[in-house]
């Protein structure tokens, strides 16, 4: 859509909001950033619609995801879970359990069979890129019955001993 009239006189557009903010009035702003009252009203008029579309689209953002949620769940057919790989599945259903439980106010951590799977899924991944498996939960540690006599053996030790 092509503009009608003349050109929009540029202007401190900033400082003119700040002014205003203090409480200046519209002519005096005017007269500080050098364009005419009814100029500025304008622009103000028309930075106030552009941010109301703005605030209106965040408060219509979470519908639109919601809709492309819904297209894509639709997609997803009987053939095509019967056709995708047990990876796949697996993938999809933490994912899917992970937002039931977020929305129920649960804990995500997903137990029992389908995380053992997941664990062993994010292995082989691991291991056909090259990357060293994530670390188990607990790992063994090793001990000796060796002890360093000059170590601290307890917090004031520590505080004492400290820079």
Excluded at 6 to 35: C, H, N, Q, W, Y
Excluded at 43 to 64: C, F, G, K, M, N
Aim: charged residues 30%.
């Amino acid at each position: 859509m092509s503009e009608q009239g003349r050109p929009k006189k540029p202007f401190d557009l900033e400082a003119a909001l700040d002014m205003l903010m203090r409480g200046e009035s519209i002519p005096t702003i005017a007269g500080e950033v050098g364009v005419s009252a009814p100029t500025l009203r304008k622009r103000i008029q028309e930075l106030q619609q552009e941010q109301s579309v703005i605030l209106q689209y965040r408060a219509i953002q979470s519908l639109h995801l919601t809709a492309l949620q819904s297209r894509i769940l639709e997609a997803i057919t009987p053939d095509k879970i019967n056709e995708a790989p047990l990876r796949d599945l697996v993938a999809s259903f933490k994912i899917l359990k992970d937002k039931e439980l977020v929305i129920e106010g649960k804990p995500s951590e997903i137990k029992g069979l389908i995380g053992h799977l997941i664990a062993m899924e994010k292995q082989e991944a691991a291991l056909n890129n090259g990357v060293e498996p994530p670390p188990e939960d607990c790992m063994d540690a090793e001990y000796n019955d060796e002890t360093n006599e000059d170590a601290p053996r307890t917090l004031a030790d520590v505080d004492r001993t400290a820079f």
